[in-house]
């Protein structure tokens, strides 16, 4: 019993008390690892590093499904073209220009076929007979009065294609500033390259095929500029319009012009020209038969053919243009029409095809053109 009670307990207390202590070392470390992955992790994912690896950030922009990051979010048309740009937003859109001449992708070029209208479009069946297997080669663009909303069904051409209007008024700035917005309107579509102002009671002469070689092939663009010397022309001119444009500049023409879209951004982006226009050419001056053949006389000259490609009557007298009814649609009448201008210069060469279009025709000449538009116009 003496030697039980004489034993050392030292070391038995520390053999048991080690494991204890190395326990309590591990169990810290333990949850010490636990907090700072936990810190970690919300750190990684806050701050936006990927994998737990430091210098690997996300970007914070993600694009939206469906966007692409490459060109094509810059050379895609607009895909709804009732936008909420101001008219000064649009011109300064529309006549961004790449420095750039050559495409660094395949551009297939268009013809904007512009219809500056009242309302509705009566003659739209036979345009769409004239435009039907065509797709890819045209655009279409409709300016009417603010109040008009009717649509066209889906499978229509004109499916959409109207813009954001403002009311025109004839012979007043208003009538060009629509013309200067369906311009800046097919310019935002980088493929339009050929740009064609048309009415609601306009139609076309030949097939869309026809018509396309003759505006492509062509090295200027179609817009009458004559100088008229009578009161009609230089009887018209104020001369506070110079020095900007003095009256050897002074020109006329015809409302209805076909431009390339080197013409067509000039038009848009002036500012010159149309705040002198709009303050001295008011009735009886007629801007919309002056503004543009004087300011591209001024400027490209030598690119103009000076000339329109659609036909009108004038020969009733008056100050519009004969409009023709369903009785006057006959072979004969057409055959009249196209003979017309007789012989016309294209490229440096004598041809008889000088117009593309015709005007005015009315409502009730839709059914006999849709009869007669296979064997007059080849569609």
């Given at each position: 019993?003496?030697?039980?009670?004489?034993?050392?307990?030292?070391?038995?207390?520390?053999?048991?008390?080690?494991?204890?202590?190395?326990?309590?070392?591990?169990?810290?470390?333990?949850?010490?690892?636990?907090?700072?992955?936990?810190?970690?992790?919300?750190?990684?994912?806050?701050?936006?590093?990927?994998?737990?690896?430091?210098?690997?950030?996300?970007?914070?922009?993600?694009?939206?499904?469906?966007?692409?990051?490459?060109?094509?979010?810059?050379?895609?048309?607009?895909?709804?073209?009732?936008?909420?740009?101001?008219?000064?937003?649009?011109?300064?859109?529309?006549?961004?220009?790449?420095?750039?001449?050559?495409?660094?992708?395949?551009?297939?070029?268009?013809?904007?076929?512009?219809?500056?209208?009242?309302?509705?479009?009566?003659?739209?069946?036979?345009?769409?007979?004239?435009?039907?297997?065509?797709?890819?080669?045209?655009?279409?663009?409709?300016?009417s009065m603010p109040s008009y909303n009717k649509e066209f069904p889906p499978s229509s051409v004109f499916y959409k294609r109207h813009i954001p209007s403002k009311v025109a008024e004839w012979g007043r700035m208003s009538m060009c500033d629509a013309e200067r917005r369906l311009l800046a309107n097919a310019l935002l579509d980088i493929s339009?390259?050929?740009?064609?102002?048309?009415?609601?009671?306009?139609?076309?002469?030949?097939?869309?095929?026809?018509?396309?070689?003759?505006?492509?092939?062509?090295?200027?663009?179609?817009?009458?500029?004559?100088?008229?010397?009578?009161?009609?022309?230089?009887?018209?001119?104020?001369?506070?319009?110079?020095?900007?444009?003095?009256?050897?500049?002074?020109?006329?023409?015809?409302?209805?012009?076909?431009?390339?879209?080197?013409?067509?951004?000039?038009?848009?982006?002036?500012?010159?020209?149309?705040?002198?226009?709009?303050?001295?050419?008011?009735?009886?001056?007629?801007?919309?038969?002056?503004?543009?053949?004087?300011?591209?006389?001024i400027q490209a000259a030598n690119v103009l053919a000076n000339r329109s490609i659609t036909w009108v009557d004038w020969s009733r007298g008056g100050s519009h243009p004969a409009t023709f009814g369903k009785g006057d649609i006959t072979v004969e009448f057409f055959k009249k029409v196209r003979e017309s201008g007789k012989i016309c210069d294209?490229?440096?060469?004598?041809?008889?095809?000088?117009?593309?279009?015709?005007?005015?025709?009315?409502?009730?000449?839709?059914?006999?053109?849709?009869?007669?538009?296979?064997?007059?116009?080849?569609?």
């Amino acid at each position: 019993m003496a030697i039980e009670e004489g034993k050392d307990p030292g070391p038995v207390t520390r053999t048991r008390g080690l494991p204890v202590r190395l326990l309590l070392i591990l169990l810290m470390f333990l949850v010490l690892c636990v907090v700072f992955s936990f810190i970690s992790l919300n750190t990684f994912r806050r701050f936006g590093f990927d994998g737990g690896v430091a210098g690997v950030i996300k970007p914070s922009y993600e694009p939206c499904i469906g966007e692409s990051s490459g060109l094509d979010q810059w050379i895609r048309p607009p895909s709804n073209l009732m936008h909420t740009m101001s008219d000064e937003e649009l011109i300064w859109r529309a006549t961004l220009v790449p420095g750039i001449r050559k495409y660094p992708f395949k551009r297939n070029p268009k013809v904007a076929f512009m219809f500056l209208t009242k309302g509705p479009l009566p003659l739209a069946p036979l345009w769409e007979r004239f435009f039907k297997g065509h797709k890819g080669r045209f655009s279409i663009y409709v300016h009417s009065m603010p109040s008009y909303n009717k649509e066209f069904p889906p499978s229509s051409v004109f499916y959409k294609r109207h813009i954001p209007s403002k009311v025109a008024e004839w012979g007043r700035m208003s009538m060009c500033d629509a013309e200067r917005r369906l311009l800046a309107n097919a310019l935002l579509d980088i493929s339009n390259e050929w740009f064609i102002l048309l009415s609601e009671s306009c139609i076309p002469l030949y097939n869309f095929s026809i018509t396309l070689n003759y505006i492509t092939n062509s090295k200027y663009s179609f817009m009458g500029a004559f100088d008229d010397t009578g009161p009609y022309g230089r009887g018209r001119y104020n001369g506070s319009m110079a020095p900007e444009v003095n009256i050897t500049d002074w020109r006329k023409g015809s409302q209805w012009f076909e431009l390339n879209r080197r013409l067509a951004i000039q038009i848009v982006e002036d500012t010159t020209y149309h705040q002198k226009f709009e303050a001295f050419c008011k009735p009886a001056c007629y801007v919309d038969e002056h503004y543009f053949p004087t300011m591209l006389t001024i400027q490209a000259a030598n690119v103009l053919a000076n000339r329109s490609i659609t036909w009108v009557d004038w020969s009733r007298g008056g100050s519009h243009p004969a409009t023709f009814g369903k009785g006057d649609i006959t072979v004969e009448f057409f055959k009249k029409v196209r003979e017309s201008g007789k012989i016309c210069d294209y490229n440096g060469r004598n041809t008889t095809i000088c117009y593309l279009f015709a005007r005015k025709f009315a409502p009730s000449t839709l059914e006999p053109l849709l009869q007669l538009a296979t064997e007059v116009f080849s569609f």
